[in-house]
């Protein structure tokens, strides 16, 4: 969204209005986030006149322009595969009257040729909605005139002028640019005697020269007359995608490429723009302007020379299926993706991935984190972040991060960090906004260490040198909050959590709790349980509502990521001879002002009781509401009269009971999780969503040598830990610990922190 713009638009992708176009003022949004982040927004669907309240997980934000095109399909179905297919999303923002396109008068009918004579809505916005769904207006020419239905007239309205049934009004669904003038960088156009270089399959790249453009079967191809071949062949005219040609001098080498990559580090190229120099190396993550209005994104997997091609090139892994190969250039095997993932193209084509660059104030922040990827790459960005490199796939972490000396090299009592560290960044992204946010001049390197010298290295290369987190260590030591045992004792991990993101990098707390009127704000929560607990084999679910149970307390808002310490007397006496980790952890009772279900009916709730939550009658714990119905029947036993229930509060606008049968759950995701035996940390990570996907780090797994020495760190794989989770828990607890296998028995044993996400939430901090 832009400054001018006063409305901030979404689409509803989930839930009962899924399909429906919304919007909320922007100043009204933006105060919503001056507190804590909402889990609701109220806003006003199209075509209503009250506010509705929406999850903010359940909406994808638009561009206004966007949200007209979308407007004007009729079915919820179609606005959703619209949205989820973006290409013909993208292509109907660059249409203008004048432009020549092919169009559908029917649907499920053919297409003919014509011109947009109009764009805009055919109906008068209602009030008090800012906008009105945008139809193109369409004149159909040459051998289609007369397939129209009217002559620029909508209803009463004449809204252009062309000969009778030429006119056809049609929304951007059936509405495509013509093949004669397919758009290829700005202010050009591919047209019949221009230089491409096309892309096959089977033949990596060849050029030659353009001789026709045609529509076949609703795709545009063009027809090329290839140049001769290393055998001295040159062929018949080739008919290919204009989405696999590209203009020959966008491949060209351009001035800056003409020096050489240093030889020293090989894998890193220094790019300039406008002004600003960053770094663009491998697993850099990136975008290309292939043509006016079609960008692509994409991370480096390769910088080098290509064989009989002059200058710097880059392979790139796209995101999309808009690319022509699998890493395979003239039969040689650079780089591997999925087939169509493929691109190799000119180094200065390449530029920061817009979708990562923020602006400095709060409010720009926060517009940005709701916007996607149009609204990203229109709008004018003041500021770009360094070099950011992705989190590793789950399909990376073998080749990538397995073996000895992988992960953080620990050394000098280190294990803390480097456990922390390494649970944090290594698969994750959730907290990623303390490497780019803006922080105090004297606290930059602390943040600048982090980023290039620990979590970059640890997802390109899969190892961190212990240099890199000595030098991360002294900073600690001698800076403004300065420790001087930083360096030489071992710490607890949320110690150091909690001096990097509060003291140092000054992150908005994790967590907000809500006493009755009062929120507290913290970064990691420690589970307490009071003395008469009756867990035995608790999971961390039960751990969790145990403890907000008897300390009075509620979740505020749902956390972007939540750090739970396990109870302990101390590091060494654990509470509970094994705890079982919840994969998924369901908050939506846990929340102060949030709808949950009743739990006899599952109808909306409008009671809850405390004195209820160890009821044997509805299951051994766990927060209890009901609806009125039902509170008033459960509390009629001769048992539960001394109860005393209370009524829940919905978030403002939210739908009375009755309106909505099932309410949405809210649940975090658990990414990893710290344990510790004999004062020495070590990690579990989860690195994807099967139940095998699990990776084992020690900093400090082996040694070689002496005093002089240094400590071997490894990573493995640990899929056995997905088969105990697997287990019903009357199985599990028959499980003896020392005859686990693998490193279970650590994780189920000697569990220290769990750290859990939530995938909607990570998008707003």
């Known amino acids: 969204m832009t400054s001018k713009n006063k409305h901030m638009y979404f689409i509803i992708v989930e839930g009962y209005d899924a399909g429906r176009i919304c919007y909320i003022e922007e100043k009204r949004y933006l105060s919503k986030f001056e507190v804590i982040t909402p889990s609701f927004l109220p806003v006003r669907i199209l075509g209503c006149s009250v506010d509705s309240s929406v999850l903010v997980t359940h909406i994808q934000p638009l561009t206004m322009q966007e949200a007209e095109l979308l407007q004007a399909l009729g079915e919820r179905e179609e606005r959703l595969r619209a949205v989820q297919d973006s290409k013909g999303l993208d292509h109907a923002l660059t249409l203008t009257k004048g432009s020549r396109v092919t169009v559908q008068v029917e649907v499920e009918g053919e297409w003919f040729q014509g011109v947009i004579r109009y764009i805009g809505g055919t109906i008068p916005k209602r009030h008090p909605d800012p906008i009105t769904g945008k139809l193109f207006g369409i004149e159909l020419q040459g051998k289609d005139k007369g397939k129209g239905c009217n002559d620029g007239k909508y209803g009463s309205e004449k809204l252009f002028t062309c000969s009778k049934d030429c006119g056809v009004f049609a929304p951007f669904t059936r509405v495509r640019p013509c093949a004669t003038t397919p758009p290829q960088t700005p202010g050009e156009t591919l047209a019949v005697g221009d230089r491409v270089t096309f892309f096959m399959n089977d033949d990596g790249s060849r050029n030659g020269m353009v001789m026709e453009l045609k529509e076949k079967d609703n795709e545009t191809l063009v027809v090329i007359s290839p140049d001769m071949n290393e055998k001295g062949e040159s062929g018949e005219t080739i008919s290919i995608p204009l989405e696999s040609v590209i203009k020959e001098e966008l491949l060209a080498p351009g001035p800056s490429s003409k020096s050489q990559l240093d030889g020293a580090d090989s894998a890193t190229r220094m790019w300039s723009d406008a002004g600003e120099t960053g770094q663009l190396s491998l697993d850099s993550v990136v975008e290309v302007e292939l043509y006016e209005g079609k960008t692509v994104y994409g991370t480096v997997r390769w910088i080098g020379k290509l064989p009989g091609m002059e200058g710097t090139r880059v392979g790139l892994e796209l995101e999309e299926e808009t690319g022509v190969g699998d890493g395979t250039f003239r039969g040689e095997h650079f780089f591997s993706c999925l087939p169509k993932r493929g691109l190799f193209i000119k180094l200065d084509s390449c530029r920061p991935d817009s979708r990562f660059q923020t602006a400095g104030d709060r409010e720009g922040t926060l517009t940005k984190s709701l ?256 609806c009125r119905t039902c509170s008033t029947q459960v509390h009629s036993h001769p048992q539960r009269k001394t109860h005393h229930p209370s009524p829940l509060r919905l978030p403002e606008g939210y739908p009375p009971s009755g309106a909505l049968r099932t309410p949405p759950r809210e649940k975090l995701q658990l990414f990893a999780v710290l344990c510790i035996e004999t004062s020495h940390y070590v990690s579990f990570v989860r690195h994807g969503p099967q139940t095998h996907d699990w990776i084992f780090f020690d900093s400090m797994a082996d040694r070689k040598g002496e005093e002089d020495g240094f400590n071997i760190p490894m990573v493995q794989a640990c899929p056995e830990v997905g088969r105990y989770l697997q287990m019903p828990l009357a199985e599990l607890s028959t499980q003896v610990p020392r005859d686990m296998e693998g490193v279970a028995k650590r994780l189920f044993c000697d569990a220290y922190m769990y750290l859990y996400q939530s995938p909607g939430m990570a998008l707003y901090r």
């Open 371 to 626: 916007s996607n990827k149009h609204t990203e790459r229109n709008g004018a960005l003041s500021t770009v972040v360094p070099d950011r490199v992705a989190p590793l796939r789950s399909e990376q972490v073998l080749q990538v991060l397995v073996g000895e000396m992988k992960g953080i090299q620990g050394h000098c009592n280190s294990c803390y960090m480097d456990s922390a560290l390494f649970s944090l960044f290594s698969c994750s992204s959730v907290l990623d906004s303390l490497l780019f946010k803006s922080t105090k001049q004297q606290d930059a390197p602390v943040q600048t260490t982090l980023l290039q010298q620990i979590v970059n290295p640890l997802r390109r290369n899969g190892f961190v040198p212990s240099e890199n987190v000595m030098k991360l260590r002294r900073q600690l030591r001698d800076g403004e909050h300065s420790d001087h045992t930083f360096t030489t004792e071992e710490k607890d991990p949320e110690e150091f959590l909690t001096l990097i993101m509060q003291r140092i990098l000054c992150l908005e707390p994790l967590l907000k709790l809500s006493a009755g009127e009062k929120v507290q704000d913290s970064y990691c929560y420690q589970i307490f349980l009071d003395q008469n607990h009756s867990l035995v084999l608790p999971t961390v679910q039960q751990l969790l509502e145990n403890s907000l149970h008897s300390a009075g307390l509620r979740l505020a808002e749902v956390p972007s990521c939540l750090i739970l310490q396990m109870p302990r007397f101390g590091k060494k006496f654990k509470m509970f001879n094994m705890i079982i980790p919840s994969l998924e952890l369901d908050i939506s009772d846990l929340l102060s002002e949030s709808p949950r279900e009743c739990v006899l009916c599952g109808q909306l709730a409008g009671m809850e009781c405390t004195d209820c939550f160890k009821d044997p009658a509805f299951g051994i714990t766990g927060f209890k509401q009901f």
